[in-house]
């Protein structure tokens, strides 16, 4: 009785079912398969626990966030009904704030490592006082403690406008960093080609925040000694109307090293990478074709 209530008042969305079901679901299984043993998920699945309900064959323990009251009863409840309620460890609070000092509003900590992080919040990365970035990176640092790789599954709001000062002073920065390190002086037209249509306050925000965002999870997993390999990003609509974007990021730790780790795939291939759109649930051609090095 319970359980049918709770399903009457879920509201689906056929992009992010897609994204869920066909998208994420292969790459944690495949993770599944490769470590051997089920995954422990850290995330903020909302009451309907829809990602954890979908991948729940694949997974062991659940970390959940979730600063709303409401639905972290409803949560309970959920859990409760799908005979989940013994493998879940609910935490209460802002994921930042939470991420930042290490516990929730109740004092409850995350029972660190994880294999799979599923953060898919509200609101875009950037914001003055930085908190987002400074949060995402002590999750890496915390996952480098422990040595564990890990998959980062990150959806947010299309919406930095508030940001455009620091991805231009970003993309300076890349431009710099790509010139260096190219000593065949003949690309560098073709870098200045790429970053310039970067800059132009023409192209849709999506491309400057995909690029922006795996290179900061890029560069933020190389200081704390992981090989990432990020994806093209996906772009789609929600069911409020509001544009969203997905990341999916695979962090393997190299043990052993001082230094930062290099990645296996280059700084190119992950400019290369472009965008994806996903449209009345399912790939569509993608509106955002961007040039490639
Ligand atoms: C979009 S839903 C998650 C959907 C789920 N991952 C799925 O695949 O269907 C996001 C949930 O996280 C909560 N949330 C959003 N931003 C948050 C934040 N900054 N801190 C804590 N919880 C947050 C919301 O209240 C909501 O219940």
């Known amino acids: 009785m319970a359980s049918q209530k709770l399903e009457m008042i879920f509201e689906s ?4 079912d897609f994204l869920r079901s066909n998208y994420d679901k292969p790459l944690i299984e495949q993770w599944y398969r490769s470590r051997g043993n089920p995954l422990k998920y850290l995330g903020l699945p909302a009451w309907e626990m829809l990602d954890i309900i979908e991948w729940q064959d694949f997974l062991e323990h659940f ?19 799908k005979d989940l309620e013994h493998r879940l460890h609910a935490l209460y609070g802002e994921f930042d704030d939470l991420l930042l000092t290490g516990r929730d509003k109740y004092g409850k900590t995350p029972q660190w ?11 875009g990365f950037i914001y003055p006082n930085l908190a987002r970035p400074k949060a995402l990176k002590k999750l890496i ?17 299309l919406r930095d406008r508030d940001s455009i000062g620091e991805k231009a002073a ?15 002086q003949s690309l560098h037209a073709a870098i200045d080609r790429v970053i310039d249509w970067y800059l132009d306050g023409e192209i849709p925000d999506a491309a400057r925040q995909a690029l922006y965002m795996n290179y900061f999870l890029r560069d933020s997993g190389e200081g704390e000694h992981f090989n990432v390999k990020c994806r093209a990003p996906i772009v789609y609509s929600s069911s ?11 962090f393997y730790y190299q043990p052993g090293m001082g230094h930062r780790a290099a990645s296996d795939q280059s700084l190119v291939e992950l400019i290369n990478l ?10 569509a051609k993608s509106r955002f074709v961007q040039p490639t090095l």
Not at 143 to 148: L, S, V
């Open 13 to 16: 969305n056929p992009n992010k």
């Open 63 to 81: 970390t959940t966030i979730e600063r709303e009251e409401d639905q972290q009863h409803l949560m309970f409840l959920r859990a409760n009904v």
């Open 113 to 123: 490592p994880y294999d799979v992080i599923n953060l898919n919040y509200f609101g």
């Open 141 to 157: 640092e915390n996952q480098a403690t422990y040595e564990r790789n890990f998959v980062l599954l990150l959806t947010q709001h």
């Open 170 to 184: 970003f993309l300076g920065d890349l431009r710099k960093w790509l010139k260096n390190s190219t000593y065949d």
């Open 240 to 250: 409020g109307g509001a544009w969203m974007i997905h990341f999916a990021t695979e």
């Open 274 to 283: 472009g965008l994806r759109e996903v449209k009345d649930g399912k790939f």
